[in-house]
């Protein structure tokens, strides 16, 4: 599995070109696309930095609001467009994106009808240049309350919609925090029908002292911080899938942005190497 920084994650939004130094001087594999791209990349510097320091470009964060008006949407299909032929080119394969746990407007029926003719439209234009979309469900009970309708926010709803787009052009985007607060065990990971439908994992630590219907989405810790969320786990099953992929820190920590980037990105990787799988 690759150890993978997204500077955004950690309050430090920049180009790759930034990030990329930061990652091989703090001992990570590989860095995440930070949106927005510049109006200009430059594939070829890429190429050279990335080579120079030995980190790879993992992925990049769906540049699409899809879960807006037409106008909205189509801006964002423009854009993605624009981004997927770089990404490509940098050798990145994955992309990702997140899905609301309800709606106001839509059932369950008619909102599932929704993202599975958008998000076609997505992974029309990222498998033109071989990346996958990876999609993640929303756990904490709170999310939900006070909405008209709840939507997909178990790893077996999520699956769901990944076979309705297509598991060729999609997959699972699996966060502990989600995964942990959904109520799944080690034992779920048995209903993924193989290392095929993971494109990407996300970790980070949850508040002490809360019940589940007590986490918000937004306020975590840093992995391993408080012990709350049950990471031994979550690897194992990775593991027994043989996923190999990027491991992202998602610790949504606003103190890190106080601190330089350098020394913000080492703490989140001393943080993930202290539940990392021996």
Known sequence: MLKTLAPGAIAHPCHLADAVPVAAATGFDAVWLDLPLEERPDISASREILARYGIRAAGFTLPVEFRKDEATYKTGLAELERIAPYAEALGMDRCITWIFPFSDTMDYGDNFSFHRRR????????????????????????????HKYEFAHTMDQMMELCQAVGPERTGL?????????AGHTLADFARIPDVSWVVHAHIM??????????????????????????????????????????VQPEPFTPSLGDLPFEQAAARVKAAMDSVWPG
Do not use: N
């Open 205 to 246: 630590d949850a508040p002490a002292g809360r019940t589940h219907e007590q986490q918000q989405d937004a306020e975590r810790c840093l992995p391993g911080e408080t012990g709350v969320l049950r990471f031994a786990d979550f690897f194992e099953g990775l593991k027994r899938l043989g996923y190999d992929g990027p």
């Open 173 to 181: 985007l699996l966060d502990v925090f989600h995964w942990d607060l």
């Open 119 to 146: 998000l076609s439209d997505v992974t029309d234009i990222l498998c033109e240049h071989g990346i996958r979309l990876g999609l993640e469900f929303i756990g904490p009970p709170s999310m939900r309350f006070g």
